[in-house]
């Protein structure tokens, strides 16, 4: 089972755990991604091309399925302006054992930070600007190009 979309209301954990809890496997991995303070960020804001972003999350659900032996991959990205301490990406990937439940989890992670069309904005006081993508979210990503 893949469930796998953008929303703007807050991620609620014990819903999008069930999903993959009740798949009836005997592992289950998550991620849950918080905005972070960092340098005094007071908001952030997601923006995305709705149909090409859910898209994208699909995509990268279904390579992971198809890399490990999933019984089921959830992820959840919220767009919109977010604060420090919200929830902003939840992944949960289920299979029979830990180990695939785990590497699943982290490729679809690395996965979206370079292969998910979003925008972002962050704000610092009066402050605001663009986020570039950074180098280490590419390396991360292509670590798993070799399998």
Known sequence: MIRAFVQAEPIDLADALAGVEASGAGGVASFTGIVRNDDGVSALTLEHYPGMTEA??????????????????????????????????FVAAAAAHREPALAACAFAIDRLKTGAPFWKREQRG??????????????????????
């Open 56 to 89: 994208a999350l699909k995509a990268v659900a279904r390579e992971a399925q198809g890399r490990w032996n999933l019984l089921a991959i959830t992820i959840i990205h919220r767009v919109g302006t977010m604060y420090p301490g919200d929830r902003i990406v």
């Open 126 to 147: 009066d402050a605001v600007r663009w986020v570039e993508p950074r180098a280490a979210d590419d390396a991360a990503a292509t670590r798993w190009d070799d399998g």
